[in-house]
């Protein structure tokens, strides 16, 4: 799935080209049908790594000749995604046939080298969210949103230590049949540079902290990080964030203002066992603090947003994790911390179909610390309960449903989200 489709065309092109070319000037002998290599070759069909004569059949119980057989190893050794066990089978395949290989190689594996500096995966992800709250006269709203989403993920070799990446993404409201005006927009884009347990991005990257595991923000940011350590891992961060994308009561006032505040941030994990314990820092400057009304208490208001976070896990076995984090933002008056503790069973994995997951959680969002959390059934300024569950029913077919069913901090009254998904990853 992951094999790029320039690199497949270019294989094709490759192969069928050679086939041509070899298959008289190259009379390989028959590789008989009960040969080590069938066995070989049929766990590395099975495991999904060649698709054998490309009609996704291995014709076992039959003679081929070693340049067919040649054939599908130079396609296995294209692939870069491929478990320890399936390499082993590979790399004994090669040494087999290296005669052969080294009359396909030079044509063959520099090609699609090349061709697989650039992969693409992506996503098509439907949503639905019901948000249903009750005003401080008792009145009854809801918000329904129904939405499509179409998700690509570039990532190019620029050399064994650096790669670009980037997501680009296009939407759909489902209820109006409206789309964002035809446009596809670049999410993130930036390069990274891995050195050992030394890292570096410069771009539009992610801005989400592995301590407090999203609790204050999910988002991306412009700028530079820097992440180095093993056990004990230290990032720094320094750019600009746009607050349009936080909470509703921030990024409406931001709106009138610079819109990208001033960031930097820390942040320090520890977990090389089922103990996973993790701290972080962020600095965010904008003169949109200073209008949003239940920010400061007093004429002096601050533009400033210092919050720290912790958070600790514990993972007890194959199944059951618990994890609990706090935040507090030192410059609020008021809404000035978030929490949270999540207890979770199992876990889905897209690649195997009928894996499953479930938790159970309780949340709590104070408004200027929970800038924008990374929880799909989020209110601004809420508390209360959450539960979900994944499911997947096919390979790279994922669903979820959750439920929060909470308070406002502000008004005590009723805050209820209801999330569907369902994600075809390709």
Known sequence: ???????????????????????????????????????????????????????????????????????????????????????????????????????????????ERNADMVKWTGEARYTYTSKRDEDTNGKKTKDNADKLQFRLYPTAEVNNNWHVKARLTANTDMSSDKGDDGNVKLTYVYAEGQYGNFDVKLGKQELFSTADAGLVVDDYFSGAAVTFGKDFKTTLEAGRWNLENANDKINTVAKTFDNAANYQGAEFNYGPNKLRLGASYRHFNSAAFTAVNTYSNGTSKSDDANIWSVGAGYKFDHNWDLFGAFAQNTEADNYDTAHNIQLSYKGTDIANKGTWGAYAAYRYFGQNVALFPTYDTFQTNTKGWEVGASYVPFKNVYTALEYFDGKNLATDRDANTLFGRVSYFF
């Open 1 to 111: 799935m992951k094999k790029t489709l320039v690199s497949a065309l270019t294989t094709a092109l490759v192969v069928g080209a050679a086939s041509t070319t070899f298959a008289a000037a190259n009379p390989f002998s028959d590789v008989p049908a009960d040969h080590w290599a069938y066995d070989a070759v049929s766990q590395l069909a099975a495991d999904g790594v060649i698709e054998g004569y490309g009609d996704t059949t291995f014709r076992g119980n039959q003679n081929i000749t070693r340049y067919e057989m040649a054939q599908m190893i130079a396609k296995a050794m294209a692939k870069s995604d491929v478990s320890a066990a399936d390499k082993a089978l590979i790399d004994k395949l090669a040494a087999e046939f290296s005669d052969e290989l080294n009359n396909l190689g030079v044509r063959v594996s520099n090609l």
